[in-house]
């Protein structure tokens, strides 16, 4: 032990400095800093081993509440906790990464990511698997230049206060599908194509005549820059 209360293991000085710069090995004990550094070069640096029973291995905690801990089952399969209380997380096995709920897996429970919280791509080599899908839908007040946000919403219902041009998009991807139902408000409404939308035979789109009609028009998306648009579906009622 050194003079200012440092403990120190297989090394004559303290370690490094606390933001693990240098390249000195061995084991610091700081009480001048409240902090634990151990630096090995290379292999681990530190060894968690948990004898007979199921359970945390570590537990992390923020003025005295656990928040957060690693472990092991029944079955070697390792979890991570982090929810207040330690009871959320995830659960890793051979087979797959699962939710977890105080070191077990839990079916049906949280969600990954959130709606002002979002994972960006999906890469996947095999079946995706849903129980029910939910295709975010935008509904709207619109007149005139009209541009649809495809890179939020899948399915569009626009009530039309006057006429309106589909402006082209630019976040449309290909393979995508859905429908845009149009809402006459007040009287009979017409609606023009931007460049990126297709009609069979450029014929464009003839809707319903009649005020507070509701048509159905189905698209796809063929590729960025080609939405084919569908035989509008006339006068729901």
Same mark, same amino acid.
């Given at each position: 032990?050194?003079?200012?209360g440092n403990?120190?293991?297989?090394?004559? !000085?303290?370690?490094?400095?606390?933001?693990?710069?240098s390249?000195a090995?061995?084991?610091?004990?700081r009480?001048s800093?409240?902090?634990?550094?151990?630096s090995?070069?290379?292999?681990?640096?530190f060894?968690?081993?948990? &004898?007979? !029973?199921?359970g945390?291995?570590?537990l992390f905690?923020k003025?005295?509440t656990t928040?957060?801990?690693?472990?092991?089952?029944?079955?070697?399969?390792?979890? $991570?906790?982090?929810?207040?209380?330690?009871?959320?997380?995830?659960?890793?096995?051979?087979?797959?990464? !699962?939710?977890?709920y105080?070191?077990?897996?839990?079916d049906?429970?949280?969600?990954?990511?959130?709606?002002?919280a979002?994972?960006?791509?999906l890469?996947l %080599?095999?079946q995706?698997?849903?129980?029910t899908?939910v295709?975010?839908?935008?509904?709207a007040s619109?007149?005139? !230049?009209?541009?649809?946000?495809f890179s939020?919403?899948q399915?569009?219902?626009?009530?039309?206060?006057?006429?309106?041009?589909?402006? &082209? +998009?630019?976040?449309?991807q290909?393979?995508?599908s859905?429908?845009? $139902?149009? $809402?006459h408000s007040?009287?009979?409404?017409?609606?023009?194509?931007?460049?990126d939308y297709?009609t069979?035979?450029?014929?464009?789109?003839?809707? %319903?005549g009649?005020?507070?009609?509701?048509?159905?028009v +189905?698209?796809?998306v063929? %590729?960025s820059?080609?939405?084919l648009?569908g035989t509008? &579906?006339?006068?729901f009622?």
């Amino acid at each position: 032990m050194d003079g200012d209360g440092n403990l120190l293991l297989g090394t004559t !000085s303290t370690v490094t400095d606390v933001t693990m710069a240098s390249g000195a090995t061995g084991i610091d004990l700081r009480g001048s800093a409240d902090v634990i550094i151990a630096s090995r070069d290379g292999g681990h640096a530190f060894v968690a081993n948990r &004898q007979s !029973s199921d359970g945390d291995l570590m537990l992390f905690k923020k003025t005295g509440t656990t928040v957060g801990a690693v472990g092991v089952d029944s079955g070697d399969n390792f979890y $991570i906790t982090g929810q207040t209380g330690n009871t959320g997380g995830i659960y890793m096995n051979d087979a797959a990464v !699962s939710p977890a709920y105080q070191g077990a897996e839990r079916d049906a429970y949280y969600d990954l990511g959130k709606g002002a919280a979002r994972w960006k791509d999906l890469y996947l %080599s095999g079946q995706a698997n849903v129980g029910t899908a939910v295709a975010a839908t935008q509904s709207a007040s619109v007149t005139g !230049s009209t541009t649809l946000d495809f890179s939020t919403y899948q399915n569009f219902i626009l009530t039309m206060t006057g006429n309106i041009t589909l402006a &082209q +998009p630019s976040t449309e991807q290909a393979g995508q599908s859905g429908f845009i $139902i149009f $809402i006459h408000s007040g009287a009979a409404r017409t609606v023009s194509l931007g460049a990126d939308y297709e009609t069979a035979g450029a014929a464009g789109l003839t809707l %319903s005549g009649a005020s507070g009609a509701v048509d159905l028009v +189905p698209y796809v998306v063929q %590729s960025s820059g080609n939405i084919l648009l569908g035989t509008p &579906q006339l006068a729901f009622a």
